[in-house]
């Protein structure tokens, strides 16, 4: 059946997964972790590349002729690329997202300093791809970022609770805000770190605000298949949800109620061909 895929490197992307959802709870989806090549974030770009292309070809072939890259690390190293080398040999009517460019048309919007902090994957802030998407829609923004290599590891260990992971987050956090003491907004810009916002909020002014993209992106697909009708109406609408990982079943459905909100069952997959 045709469907929406939804792909991320692990866990993270059921955290946007779940705000489309609560938005479009008609459509059909697929969503893919490639938890056994997790995590992306310290991955270098061709790398990045390789494994999201195999993971989109895994989604094509079972029926998503529209995927979206619920992965910021996916996004900024391998999106422009099966953009524009690869859709046009795969097939010009499958279409690839991601979650960098609808997050950085409306994150200003947020903002009353026009500084705002970015929290992120070494990956996604060496790709500088914020920065340059934001300076497309709001060249008057300020825009620090700051990398946080060890918030993956800590949420999908389950060890961001203890007091060492808190000394992390903290000294990350304000690591970002001693770059810039005018920043009034904070992007959380891996789709892991909402689950660590309740502690985040502990080390930050109440005047500054964190955004999750979850509802960003969601917004912005809804607009998107309004705008391409070619593309919703090939999406069937039965509020059918299946989840694939290439990593071990038991441990991914474990994991899958803390980032989707609820418990889930999963199928084992292989996204190499051989």
């Known amino acids: 059946m045709a469907s929406i895929g939804i792909f991320d490197s692990g866990y993270g992307g059921l955290t946007v997964f779940k705000a489309i959802v609560a938005k479009m709870p008609d459509y059909n989806y697929i969503y893919l972790g490639d938890n056994a090549r997790a995590p992306y974030g310290n991955r270098s770009f061709e790398t990045v590349y390789q494994y999201t292309l195999e993971c989109v070809q895994w989604l094509f072939d079972a029926g998503c ?9 996916a996004s900024a190293k391998a999106l422009r690329t099966i953009q524009q080398n690869d859709l046009p040999k795969i097939g010009p009517e499958k279409r690839v997202l991601g979650v960098i460019r609808p997050t950085a048309e409306i994150i200003h919007q ?5 500084h705002i902090g970015i929290l992120g994957t070494s990956g996604t802030v060496a790709s500088n791809s914020y920065v340059i998407e934001m300076a497309h829609f709001a060249p008057e923004i300020q825009v620090s970022q700051h990398a946080c290599p ?56 109440e005047s500054v605000n964190i955004i999750s993209q979850g509802e960003l992106v969601a ?20 509020g059918d949800m299946l989840f694939y990982t290439t990593g071990e079943v038991s441990d991914f459905e474990a994991h899958a109620s803390l980032f989707f909100g609820k418990d889930i069952k999963a199928q084992s997959c292989n996204v190499v061909k051989k």
Request: charge should be negative.
């Open 65 to 73: 002729d529209l995927v979206i890259l619920a992965c910021n690390t």
């Open 110 to 114: 947020y903002s009353r300093t026009n």
């Open 150 to 205: 060890l918030w993956v590891p800590l949420v999908e260990a389950n060890a961001y609770q203890t007091d060492a992971a808190k000394l992390i987050i903290r000294s990350d956090v304000e690591q970002l805000l001693l770059a810039d003491k005018a920043i009034d907004t904070i992007l959380l810009a891996c789709t892991h770190y909402p689950i660590l916002k309740p502690i985040i909020q502990q080390f930050v002014p």
């Open 219 to 238: 917004d912005s697909l809804e607009a998107y298949l309004k705008r391409h009708s070619e593309t919703e109406t090939g999406v069937d609408r039965k």
